[in-house]
């Protein structure tokens, strides 16, 4: 999930258009262990977020039997990609990590897959598309699917059927052998995709690369056309379709430590995402913060934000919706690894602003925030042109529900925007308003805040953990850095 866009003359073009072919949208330690799946993740750009910071404008059966699988991947921007390995024989496809949606997605196509609005990703060296037709174990998703009755937001199992043509006589018979009709799907940042349900064998590496286990008839979107998605996704959610739920992992939980952006484009080194038992082992020292079960999103990740405390200094005022829902469940914070920057509700992002203003005595760099959007950069002094001076900037408390608290890294709240230069550089805050706090979640965790963080998803205990953490070393203890 995301910020919304404006440009909606395109965007009601494109449902306009797709609208006549697609039915229904919806909103959005490397010891053996036979119940964990060790993944690697690569930071990388989001197709809603700019090559460099800059504000955006807005079947169920479970397998048990898994070993402990890894995947070696590489390093590139603010974002973080899995890769996916589909198909008979295999293809390899990179995709972004996304806990705030449930459907996992590939392009589909070679020259045949449409993006609009993704000029700028077009020589992305990553967009490789899946290809069904030159996959032998591929084949359509049925209409019967409790997969394909969820990715159409349906109550009524035989809507899928009918929307396919079944004839009503083969629909009261539950004998429709018809494939599940096309789909659209859409993202909080108004990101669309359109596509079909497709069945085929995923394939991960085990512990020694040169093992994989495979999982057959996992189910994911072969998306032919998208408007500002041009590189697929794998949803962590907790609904039925999510990745972590199709592989039987859910009810135990995951794990994931961001690598810092300074490691972005190193093709050396990927940060770890870790399924399973593993992901919940010697957590002692763990700070966590209840899970929060929200009535309109029940699939998505919530926490209750307390307070924010700006070097010894707390900003007042938080309010209720960071913590609880409404009666129409909107509210809470929502923790979200395919929205790049926190977003904060007004009035309260702007006291945070205050409060940052009133300790920090460098000049501003109205210059800067009028090129990127964010709302406060500085010209920070850095002696001998050396940007490692994160502690001349106050840092950043967040304080959740149950006493948990996260001191946001360095590097993960004011960035260097550019080189220095005469030994002053630039950093900007990288945190947003939410554009409407009383619709949905009232505040977000981005991933850019959750750099060199172990966070910690326990489902059995319905709760998160937060641990400040060198997700470089960790990298390298489990064994994801290459030599």
């Known amino acids: 999930m995301a910020?919304?866009?404006?440009?909606?003359?395109?965007?009601?073009?494109?449902?306009?258009?797709?609208?006549?072919?697609?039915?229904s949208i919806q909103s959005l330690a490397r010891p053996r262990n036979p119940n964990s799946l060790i993944l690697g993740l690569t930071p990388a750009s989001r197709a809603s977020d700019p090559p460099h910071p800059k504000a955006s404008t807005s079947s169920r059966k479970q397998l048990t039997d898994v070993l402990d699988m890894m995947e070696p991947l590489r390093e590139v921007r603010d974002g973080y990609l899995i890769s996916l390995s589909i198909g008979t024989p295999?293809?390899?496809?990179?995709?972004?990590?996304?806990?705030?949606?449930?459907?996992?997605?590939?392009?589909?196509?070679?020259?045949s897959f449409d993006c609009i609005e993704c000029d700028d990703y077009r020589n992305n060296r990553m967009m490789a598309s899946f290809s069904p037709s030159h996959s032998s174990s591929s084949h359509r998703d049925s209409c019967t699917s409790p997969f394909c009755i969820d990715v159409h937001s349906s109550d009524n199992p035989l809507d899928p059927?009918?929307?396919?043509?079944?004839?009503?006589?083969?629909?009261?018979?539950?004998?429709?052998?018809?494939?599940?009709?096309?789909?659209?799907?859409?993202?909080?940042?108004?990101?669309?995709?359109?596509?079909?349900?497709?069945?085929?064998?995923?394939?991960?590496?085990?512990?020694?690369?040169?093992?994989?286990?495979?999982?057959?008839?996992?189910?994911?979107?072969?998306?032919?056309s998208t408007y500002r998605e041009p590189i697929g996704i794998a949803g962590f959610g907790r609904g039925a379709l999510s990745l972590p739920s199709q592989l039987g992992f859910l009810r135990k939980g995951?794990?994931?430590?961001?690598?810092?952006?300074?490691?972005?484009?190193n093709p050396n080194i990927s940060s770890p995402l870790i399924i399973g038992d593993i992901a919940l082992t010697s957590k002692d020292d763990m700070q966590f913060t209840p899970m929060l079960n929200s009535p309109m999103y029940p699939n998505y990740y919530y926490v209750g934000l307390e307070a924010i405390t700006v070097g010894n200094v707390?900003?007042?005022?938080v309010p209720s919706?960071?913590?609880?829902?409404?009666?129409?469940?909107?509210?809470?914070?929502?923790?979200?690894?395919?929205?790049?920057?926190?977003?904060l509700p007004e009035p309260f992002y702007s006291q945070v602003l205050s409060v940052l203003q009133s300790i920090i005595n460098y000049p501003r760099a109205t210059d800067m925030e009028m090129r990127t959007g964010f709302d406060l950069c500085y010209k920070v002094p850095c002696p001998n042109n050396s940007i490692l001076t994160g502690d001349l900037l106050p840092s950043i408390t967040f304080h959740f529900l149950n006493n948990a608290?996260?001191?946001?890294?360095?590097?993960?709240?004011?960035?260097?925007?550019?080189?220095?230069?005469?030994?002053?550089v630039v950093k900007c805050l990288l945190f947003q308003s939410m554009d409407d706090g009383d619709y949905g979640p009232a505040g977000v965790l981005g991933s850019f805040q959750q750099q060199d963080v172990e966070v910690v998803y326990d489902m059995e205990k319905e709760r998160i953990g937060f641990r400040p953490m060198d997700c470089a070393s960790a990298a390298s203890f489990q064994g994801f850095n290459k030599t």
């Not at 995951?254 to 484009?265: D, R």
């Not at 919706?321 to 977003?343: A, I, K, Q």
């Open 3 to 23: 910020v919304m866009l404006n440009n909606i003359t395109t965007f009601l073009f494109f449902l306009l258009v797709n609208s006549l072919l697609f039915y």
């Open 90 to 111: 295999p293809q390899v496809i990179q995709v972004y990590m996304d806990t705030g949606s449930d459907l996992t997605w590939v392009p589909c196509g070679n020259l």
């Open 254 to 265: 995951f794990s994931h430590c961001f690598l810092a952006f300074k490691y972005a484009n």
């Open 161 to 224: 059927c009918t929307m396919a043509g079944c004839s009503l006589s083969t629909l009261v018979k539950a004998k429709c052998s018809w494939p599940c009709p096309p789909f659209a799907y859409t993202y909080g940042a108004g990101g669309v995709v359109t596509g079909t349900l497709t069945r085929d064998t995923l394939r991960v590496h085990g512990r020694n690369l040169g093992v994989t286990q495979e999982i057959p008839r996992f189910c994911f979107g072969c998306v032919g």
């Open 405 to 424: 608290s996260l001191v946001l890294s360095q590097g993960s709240h004011f960035y260097a925007m550019s080189a220095p230069r005469n030994s002053t």
């Open 314 to 317: 707390s900003a007042t005022e």
């Open 321 to 343: 919706s960071l913590r609880e829902f409404d009666s129409l469940g909107n509210g809470g914070m929502l923790v979200d690894s395919g929205t790049t920057y926190t977003h």
